[in-house]
């Protein structure tokens, strides 16, 4: 696995950190062999892959701290987005991924077009051109 982290201190960011931007043009390999974390100083977290397909049982987008530094409960494991556009109910885009094993469903991976990791973690989609 290769790691992108970025550390905070209490919510700020560390002075040292710079925007990190990984460009995955669609593509889910090896974007999700990379993974991110983002801390906020107190005990909680959020991490998963550049791609969003959570690979380990701590991923999470929200990771609260109970009693630090040991307990800590998933709050928001993932989150699963659908897009319909106006006038095209029957068409729908999910920009999820999930592996089912050797499956990934669905894939929304093919709309990722950029992720990006300073303060917070932003992905960047191309839905319909």
Same mark, same amino acid.
């Given at each position: 696995?290769?790691?992108?982290?970025?550390?905070?201190?209490?919510?700020?960011?560390?002075?040292?950190?710079?925007?990190?931007?990984?460009?995955?043009?669609?593509?889910?390999?090896?974007?999700?062999?990379?993974?991110?974390?983002?801390?906020?100083?107190?005990?909680?977290?959020?991490?998963?892959? $550049?791609?969003?397909?959570?690979?380990?049982?701590?991923?999470?987008?929200? $990771?609260?701290?109970?009693?630090?530094? $040991?307990?800590?409960?998933?709050?928001?494991?993932?989150?699963?987005?659908?897009?319909?556009?106006?006038?095209?109910?029957?068409?729908?885009?999910?920009?999820?991924?999930?592996?089912?094993?050797?499956?990934?469903?669905?894939?929304?991976?093919?709309?990722?077009?950029?992720?990006?990791?300073?303060?917070?973690?932003?992905?960047?989609?191309?839905?319909?051109?």
């Amino acid at each position: 696995m290769h790691y992108i982290a970025t550390l905070s201190n209490h919510g700020q960011p560390h002075p040292a950190t710079s925007p990190l931007t990984v460009h995955t043009n669609g593509q889910l390999e090896p974007h999700r062999h990379k993974e991110w974390l983002l801390t906020n100083g107190l005990g909680g977290f959020a991490c998963s892959t $550049v791609v969003g397909c959570n690979a380990r049982r701590y991923h999470g987008l929200l $990771v609260a701290a109970t009693t630090p530094p $040991v307990g800590r409960m998933m709050a928001v494991n993932r989150v699963g987005e659908l897009l319909h556009f106006d006038g095209r109910e029957d068409v729908t885009h999910e920009l999820a991924v999930n592996q089912f094993r050797d499956t990934f469903h669905p894939r929304g991976d093919q709309y990722l077009q950029r992720f990006d990791l300073g303060e917070t973690a932003r992905w960047e989609y191309l839905v319909e051109g």
